[in-house]
Nanobody, 120 residues
Framework: QLVESGGGLVQAGDSLRLSCKISGRAFTSHVMAWFRRAPGKEREFVAAIRWSRDSTFYSDSVKGRFTISKEKAENMVSLQMNNLKPEDTAVYSC???????????????WGQGTQVTVSS
């Protein structure tokens, strides 16, 4: 089970930190990723991290502003979001996959999502 938290309403330029708590089975050989879905749009890839290695992956739209990290002791993956923009407004969800990919179909388990709203 994946449970996201940390969303909220912020102003442009502010920061937020999202967390994805993993419970139940361990995904030690998998990839954890954050996706987002803005109103009227398809779910899009944000960032991913290998659970067993330190390699990370980002979409061009968030590179340099967002940082994905893992806290193995907490069984948690986080997304630090800095310099937020109104276009970052979306429901953010974490997912588990077998390899890094921007395609949603590569991920087999999802959390319920957390809303991030950035006002201008």
């Amino acid at each position: 089970q994946l449970v996201e938290s940390g969303g909220g309403l912020v102003q442009a330029g502010d920061s937020l930190r999202l967390s994805c708590k993993i419970s139940g089975r361990a995904f030690t050989s998998h990839v954890m990723a954050w996706f987002r879905r803005a109103p009227g749009k398809e779910r899009e890839f944000v960032a991913a991290i290998r659970w067993s290695r330190d390699s990370t992956f980002y979409s061009d739209s968030v590179k340099g502003r967002f940082t994905i990290s893992k806290e193995k002791a907490e069984n948690m993956v986080s997304l630090q979001m800095n310099n937020l923009k109104p276009e970052d407004t979306a429901v953010y969800s974490c997912g588990v996959g077998t390899r890094p990919s921007y395609r949603t179909g590569e991920y087999f388990r999802w959390g319920q999502g957390t809303q991030v709203t950035v006002s201008s």
